[in-house]
């Protein structure tokens, strides 16, 4: 305010004096490597709203007792569809792929790495836990699921992980 008031004209025009280096966390290294990896196999980023709540849930099939419905409440929110933070990816990937389905858009590879919220289960006082999650989703006539296992086996392989197992899912209804 004071600047406003003596005016921005008649202050010198100066750099910050303090040097600063910028880092990169193993974190954001690993984002941005995941994210080259996953172009390269042709897969488009998304971004879509962190925003849920329990009728997206009901939508998508998650049960009542499910872990992915601990919401983070919105205290104040601008409306019913943003009462809640995403405790999951999902339902945002499906929106995605369901509106270039009915674009006519015949193929679709995409992922979303995005920010996912948790209530603290052991302590209801503290600060929700935020985690990076992944998601991948695609459709269209070479698409099916080892596609998708492969661009998976490959990411993880990438990324140092070997010999992994895949364990067929049984929590979720068919």
């Known amino acids: 305010e004071v600047?406003?008031?003596y005016g921005f004209d008649n202050l010198p025009m100066t750099l910050p004096s303090a040097d600063t280096v910028g880092t990169v966390t193993k974190s954001w290294a690993l984002r941005d490597l995941a994210r080259d990896l996953l172009c390269g196999m042709g897969a488009n980023e998304i971004q879509t709203y962190s925003f849920s709540n329990n009728k997206i849930l009901d939508g998508i099939g998650i049960e009542e007792d499910s872990w992915e419905?601990?919401?983070v409440e919105i205290i104040n929110p601008m409306g019913e569809e943003?009462?809640?933070?995403?405790?999951?990816?999902t339902p945002g990937m499906l929106e995605v792929l369901g509106r270039n389905y009915s674009r006519n858009v015949e193929q679709v590879?995409?992922?979303e790495i995005g920010l996912t919220y948790m209530n603290d289960l052991v302590d209801p006082k503290a600060l929700p836990v935020e985690s990076y999650d992944l998601s991948i989703g695609l459709y269209g006539k070479e698409e099916d699921f080892f596609t998708l296992k492969g661009m998976i086996?490959?990411?993880?392989?990438?990324?140092g992980i070997k010999d992994v197992e895949f364990v067929a899912e049984s929590e979720y209804k068919v």
């Open 3 to 5: 600047a406003r008031l």
């Open 69 to 71: 419905r601990n919401l």
């Open 82 to 89: 943003t009462s809640a933070m995403r405790t999951i990816l």
């Open 109 to 111: 590879r995409a992922y």
């Open 153 to 159: 086996v490959t990411l993880l392989e990438r990324l």
